[in-house]
């Protein structure tokens, strides 16, 4: 490879990634040389610009033709494109969130955990975009390592250790799962690639490698999985999220959930449709559906149920998750023409009204020192705005009609009902168990209408949590009222077709 | 000279993996347990390294992907110790059970 | 043919080298049992160390500084596992693949001045 190939990629494609690189690089720097006294914060303020650039630059790139640099290893397309919008926004709130982030002696670290984050997003960045196995999984290791290290940045709290320990040992035995299912699908395949794969695949017969890619497809999602916290590896959720610094928590449930996402759809998608499956005329993933349902069904239902008896906010909050990655796997397992606006669609809801609920609680526990369900207490009597707003994000996650939730489980709902075949089933375990997580998102709102507030110390509003607050509120509301601007948008500026070669 | 199959190679890696999962599921000391995990890491070495020679396609991908495999592997190792490290200067354990704070 | 046959005698010195390394130490150490007398008191089982009486286990503890350095040392160690193969084909690759090497080994550097300014290059 010359100067002249070098200098003939089209390297504005990557400038959202250059410019997360280039500020996760200065702030490294920066924290290491600069005087002690300066407050960390600043960098936080920095971050959350820099982000914007890289917002400007993808938004620039929105419209422009699929296409690969690097040997085809980096892909431009609409879904790229889409997911990376989400991922950035995501990350661009945590920040704000991170800034405003006070509790005492708990962030020892407060430069490392900004820098962190941006290497973080840009493994994210690297897995939406790739397209190829190796680029992949070093992006998806980028996120987890930096998100490994960010759940321990409480150093001095046991809690904190202990929920980094668990994150990295279900994290390492899981992305051993996935690399393993991946080996095979080399083997099979003899490339790396993802297009050429998908070229490969379908000229395997069906009486020689039918077992082993089963068994890469199993392997793989179950990996895959851990990323998702979806049944088999949802058990971390709940004891990282409850150990983790907040920002870092909603890191994880959102931008690292959507990261997840991302990876299952760009690595199913462009491998198993090609390969010939069970039954004659189907393909691999037509026969795997009925392995992915089952697990989205039993993951709707633990998530939801077990939530019920929690008492600690963050607890709760961790098994809601791992509820809604539940929901998000229908569409995928409808698999109708819907799948990927339903699922972007309500990745975006989910980012709003989980980051909002999430900024709500951060103010809260930080206020009162504890992580209990009743520091809600008698909330609406001493600060009616912020109640008001976290009365939106629990109606939008428990899907009542008006917000950005409601619109989203309707379009996945839509989408089981009217796939070939129809998913009857799983839409009627999610319409259950939708109604099950009333009873623990009311519990919530009870505390803060019907129970007296205990104290009357003035609640702080940092001016950061305030923004990611007004902004996820404002957003759900939107995308609940009048949903038909975004959809329209995401119809005419992303054609999904683009993904498949 | 090659009279070793392929399956072979596949068998061998599978064993080491499972050895590795049974360990990792089992073991009490989170030290033995990073190690079980490298195990079933280099399961995946073995199976790349034996498909890059043997595989449909045989190509030198295969290799590459083991060494980037290796380093990230190093990687997390290194992430899991050190955060080892600072759990056991806060609670004085490093036996999986003993790591309970958070039940319910 | 020929070939074949030398490829096989190469790796008959490895079986013959191999085969007396084994039998080497086994013949030594069992001629040695034969030869020496055997009268054990209990003054002689005692473990030897400098003619001190042991005075505490034989499995030391290290400070934990010491593992921070290997830690470090194995990051190092295994990053350059990508210098090699790039060397090897470094006439093939030409200036952009140069470029992304000293990225690469830029960031390393990064990730060596973080160390240096922890002090944790320091010798305690």
């Known amino acids: 490879m010359d100067m002249e190939t070098l200098l003939s990629y089209e390297w504005s494609m990557m400038a959202p990634e250059f410019t997360i690189l280039i500020i996760a690089t200065v702030l490294s720097l920066v924290d290491l040389f600069a005087d002690k006294k300066i407050d960390r914060k600043l960098f936080g303020w920095f971050g959350a610009a820099g982000i914007g650039i890289a917002l400007f630059f993808l938004f620039s790139q929105i419209g422009h033709e699929p296409a690969m640099i690097l040997a085809n290893t980096y892909r431009l397309d609409a879904f790229s494109l889409s997911f990376k919008i989400l991922l950035l926004i995501g990350a661009l709130l945590v920040l704000l969130m991170g800034v405003s982030y006070e509790a005492k002696g708990e962030l020892l670290y407060r430069g490392e955990f900004y820098y962190l984050l941006m290497s973080a997003l840009l493994g994210a960045m690297m897995m939406a975009s790739s397209a190829d196995l190796i680029t992949l999984f070093v992006g998806l290791e980028l996120l987890s390592i930096s998100s490994y290290i960010l759940a321990g940045t409480r150093k001095k709290s046991t809690q904190s250790n202990e929920a980094a320990m668990k994150y990295v040992i279900n994290g390492g035995i899981s992305s051993a799962f996935t690399l393993f299912g991946l080996s095979y699908i080399y083997g099979l395949t003899g490339s790396t690639n993802l297009a050429d794969i998908s070229r490969e695949i379908s000229n395997i017969a069906p009486e020689n490698g039918l077992v082993l890619l089963s068994v890469a497809f199993i392997l793989t999602f179950v990996g895959l999985a851990f990323k998702i916290s979806t049944v088999p590896f949802q058990m971390w959720a709940p004891d990282v999220y409850q150990g983790a610094p907040i920002p870092v928590t909603v890191f994880l449930s959102v931008v690292s959930k959507t990261a997840g996402f991302v990876i299952i759809l760009r690595v199913l998608l462009s491998v198993f449709p090609f390969a010939q499956g069970l039954e004659a005329n189907t393909s691999l993933l037509q026969s795997m559906m009925i392995f992915i349902s089952v697990l989205a069904g039993i993951t709707m239902i633990a998530g939801n149920t077990v939530a019920l008896k929690q008492r600690n906010i963050k607890r709760l909050f961790a098994y809601s998750s791992i509820a809604h990655a539940g929901y998000l796997l229908v569409p995928f397992v409808a698999f109708s023409e819907m799948m990927f606006e339903s699922m972007w669609f309500y990745l975006a809801a989910y980012l709003l009204m989980n980051i909002g609920a999430f900024a709500v609680i951060q103010v809260m526990s930080e206020h009162s020192h504890s992580e209990d369900i009743s520091i809600f207490a008698g909330l609406f009597y001493r600060r009616p705005w912020m109640a008001v707003m976290m009365t939106i994000f629990l109606l939008s996650l428990a899907g009542i009609p008006g917000t950005a939730g409601f619109i989203g489980k309707l379009n996945i709902f839509i989408g089981a009902l009217f796939s070939d075949p129809s998913r009857y089933i799983l839409a009627a375990v999610m319409m259950g168990t939708t109604v099950i997580s009333y009873f623990y998102y009311f519990g919530v709102m009870a505390q803060m209408f019907m129970r007296p507030s205990g104290s009357a110390v003035p609640i702080r509003m940092p001016v950061g949590v305030t923004i990611a607050m007004v902004f996820c509120a404002a957003g759900t509301i939107t995308l609940g009222l009048f949903p038909g601007v975004v959809l329209d948008f995401f119809q005419t500026q992303f054609n999904f077709a683009e993904m498949f070669y | 000279m090659s009279a070793i199959p392929v399956n072979a190679y596949l068998l061998l890696a599978l064993v080491l993996f499972c050895i590795g999962l049974f360990g990792a599921l089992t073991k009490k000391n989170t030290v033995i347990v990073l190690i079980s995990i490298e195990l079933m890491l280099n399961a995946v070495n073995i199976n790349l390294v034996a498909f890059s020679k043997y595989g449909i396609n045989p190509g030198i991908t295969g290799q590459i992907f083991s060494l980037f495999t290796i380093t990230v592997a190093a990687a997390e190792a290194a992430v899991g110790l050190a955060i080892l490290i600072a759990l056991y200067r806060n609670r004085s354990t490093v036996q999986i059970d003993e790591m309970n704070t958070m039940k319910h | ?124």
């Open chain 3, 1 to 124: 043919m020929a070939d074949l046959f030398t490829y096989q005698n190469s790796y008959l010195v490895v079986v013959i080298f191999l085969a007396l390394g084994i039998l080497l130490p086994i013949v030594a150490l069992s001629l040695g049992r034969l030869l020496r007398p055997n009268k054990p008191t209990e003054q002689k089982r005692t473990t030897y160390e400098s003619g001190i009486d042991p005075f505490q286990d034989a499995r030391v503890q290290f400070n934990a500084r010491y593992y921070i350095f290997a830690l470090m040392f194995v990051i190092f160690d295994v990053e350059t596992i990508f210098l090699y193969p790039w060397a090897v084909a470094y006439e093939e690759l030409g200036v952009f693949a140069l470029i992304e090497m000293l990225i690469f080994v830029v960031m390393l550097l990064i990730g060596l001045i973080y160390a240096w300014k922890k002090k944790v290059l320091r010798w305690i």
